[in-house]
């Protein structure tokens, strides 16, 4: 891994600039010549058959992960595949892809109209050519590096009720900068740059690793960061009308890169795993917490997400097992064996609100009564029992995303 960052930070030290700011401005956009210049490199380490990291440096969504040719399923536009994320919060449903052609593209998946799109893969139908959804939104990003993107929706500005329709929302994208330490949040669709958050100039942090996007209820933006050195920070806008950000926390908690990360739902605290056998939880807006370390003996922790109900976390593991632990006393609890090769991507199933009877919000219940029961067609009460089932789905090197019910 040296030997390629050596390579990479050569590469992008062409374009250092401004190394020593703490407070994040709005900067100039990335010029044409820079851009250019990454899709040269590009080129030349695609030609010398460099390598751009350990595959599935993938964040908390269920991405998808294998055969190149499998990836191209999604987004036949880039060179090659590095990342694509779910996406339906409250929203209209959508995924983004990143890829290693320096675009990140976020697409559109049409309510009523999955059923015309192809569920073969193309791992066993390369020839046929498939349908793609309608493209949303495409922005350059700088991809010379191991960290994938963080996405978090906005709220829609404007009413939500009556007759007047709501404003669109907007997409919030975290992408590491073409400088070490450097991150950069892009809105979209007008890709106006929020802030380009810098490397803290009191430390030595190496690439950044891993990102996260998240809101607090006062819709303070929060962006996490993990590096290379181990560090992870907390940066925070201070007031929805200024530019700056401060870095609000900052530990290191790993001896090796930090590989994945994610917040808690209420955003009390945050969870960290490594390249190193460590995973570790941080205060956040919990106050009087102290950051606690596990040593876990199981090095390569790639992906780690925090279920929505914040009881358990897990992870997935360069030796293909997915292990779940407490929230609250970070004890293992579980490990799930099944895939032949390394773990790169996990996903919970999302917990939601249950009503008094355990059933998510506007759904009868399915057990409290056999007269309700029997309002229910079979099929409607096998789709209301997997809503209910505690899913966490886990994506492999192998090709293979392998589903489990769990806790």
């Keep these: 891994m040296q030997n390629i960052r050596e390579t990479l930070k050569r590469k992008m030290s062409l374009h250092d600039k401004n190394p020593n700011l703490e407070h994040a401005n709005d900067p100039d956009d990335v010029d044409e010549e820079t851009t250019g210049h990454l899709h040269r490199e590009i080129d030349k380490a695609e030609e010398s058959d460099e390598p751009y990291g350990k595959p599935g440096t993938f964040l908390n969504k269920l991405i998808m992960h294998g055969n190149k040719k499998t990836e191209e399923q999604i987004a036949k536009e880039h060179n090659e595949l590095r990342e694509s994320a779910l996406s339906s919060e409250n929203q209209r449903p959508g995924t983004s892809s990143h890829g290693r052609d320096c675009k990140l593209l976020v697409w559109q998946l049409p309510e009523g109209q999955k059923g015309s799109y192809s569920t073969v893969l193309p791992i066993d139908d390369a020839v046929t050519e498939r349908r793609k959804p309608p493209l949303l939104h495409s922005l350059l990003v700088n991809t010379l590096n191991f960290c994938s993107f963080a996405i978090l929706q906005s709220p829609p500005a404007g009413p939500t009720t009556g007759d007047v329709n709501p404003q669109p929302s907007s997409i919030l994208v975290a992408c590491p900068g073409v400088q070490d330490g450097q991150v950069i949040v892009t809105a979209l ?122 009881k358990l976390f897990a992870t997935a593991g360069w030796d293909g097992r997915i292990r779940v632990y407490s929230a609250k006393t970070m004890k293992e609890l579980a490990v799930l064996k099944w895939h032949k090769e390394g773990c790169y991507a996990l996903a919970f199933a999302n917990m939601g609100v249950r009503n008094e009877h355990g059933s998510p919000p506007g759904e009868k219940a399915v057990v409290s009564s056999n007269a309700i029961k029997r309002e229910l067609t079979v099929s409607e009460q096998r789709t209301a029992r997997a809503k209910l089932t505690h899913w966490v789905a886990a994506g492999s090197k192998d090709g293979k995303i392998s589903l489990w019910d769990i806790f």
């Design 189 to 310: 669709p007008n890709e106006e740059r929020i802030a380009t958050l810098p490397e803290p100039k009191d430390l030595k942090t190496g690439m950044v690793m891993a990102l996260r996007l998240e809101r607090t209820e006062t819709q303070h933006l929060h962006v996490l960061v993990g590096y290379e050195s181990g560090h992870v920070s907390v940066w925070r806008r201070k007031t929805d009308s200024q530019v700056f950000w401060e870095r609000m926390y900052t530990y290191k908690a790993h001896s090796q890169p930090v590989l994945s990360l994610d917040f808690a739902a209420s955003l009390s605290c945050f969870y960290t795993s490594s390249a190193d056998a460590i995973v570790a939880r941080h205060p956040l807006l919990e106050t009087g917490a102290e950051t606690k370390v596990v040593q876990t003996k199981h090095a390569g922790q790639q992906a780690l997400t925090v279920r929505s109900d914040e």
